[in-house]
């Protein structure tokens, strides 16, 4: 199977990412989105991170007007039924997905190979829900999208040979490096990450250090692009809390207790850059 036509479910941070470094790799790319300013949004994310690309002369003027044309729209899901891959890219909740996919599975072709850039839920949980379990898996790509080389395959525990080889060549022609996992709550990425940026806020709940104090001494002191607080931040906390969650539910240990600090800016509505406030103060 070739895979050329690729739907992408969720025009936010991760979807707009994905529609970016498929389009720059040949693919011809429908985005979809329930919200039309979304999809508009998006499109405009793209345009201005692949204008970036030719500043920095990673690509050619050409390559960009390429990629932009192979990007299009849609608000309805229905119209990705032609699709040879969908990366459902939406909200991280397992109802928004399986709504997502019972609405879409009828419309496509039987071949069609679904996935889920989910950070979290299980891959195995949600396959079992389509029509194709053995054509099902989950597709972690790290944030921001353009810039990091890794890709998370999550293979659930129905998921054939076939689904993961087509995808591992995929990753390839992106230009991406894959790392497989199987299906345990968080993979790996969140699974090592999410423990490591929850201790950073017992250690600040504690009074151990300050925020600068932290972030500085994991950044310099083990070489991390930025400290764990700043990354959080990156992330969102309310996305960091749900992964702490899901560990700590779905490993029943008490090493994943969400620190009581992360909860209180969760629900103080402080959850990062997104909002411009975390850790840190955007405003
Ligand atoms: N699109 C395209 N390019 C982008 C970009 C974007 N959204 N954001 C940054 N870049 C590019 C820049 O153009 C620049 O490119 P060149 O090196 O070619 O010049 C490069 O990235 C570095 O950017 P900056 O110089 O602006 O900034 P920086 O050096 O501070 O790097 C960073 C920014 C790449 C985000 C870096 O801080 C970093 O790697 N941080 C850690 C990110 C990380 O850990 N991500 C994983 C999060 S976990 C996850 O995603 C999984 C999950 O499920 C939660």
Redesign the pocket.
Known sequence: MDIRTVGIIGAGQ?GN?IA?VFALSGYDVLLTDVNEAALKRAVE?VEG??G??VT?E?ISAEDRDAALARIRTTSQLADLGQSDLVIEAATERESVKDAIFAELVPHLKPDTILTSNT??ISITRLASRTDRPEKFMGF?????????SLV?LIRGIATDEETYRLLLDVVERLGKTAAVAEDFPAFI??RV??PMINEAVYVLYEGVGNVLSIDKAMKLGTN???GPL??AD???LD??LA?MNVLHDGLADTKYRPCPLLTKYVEAGWLGRKTQRGFYDYR
């Open positions: 991760m990412g970016h994310l991170n692949l970036r690309q920095r990673k950070s979290s972690h790509f790290m944030n921001p999208v353009p810039v990091m998370e990425v969140n990450l999410m991390h692009p930025m700043e990354l990156f992330i969102g996305t960091c992964i």
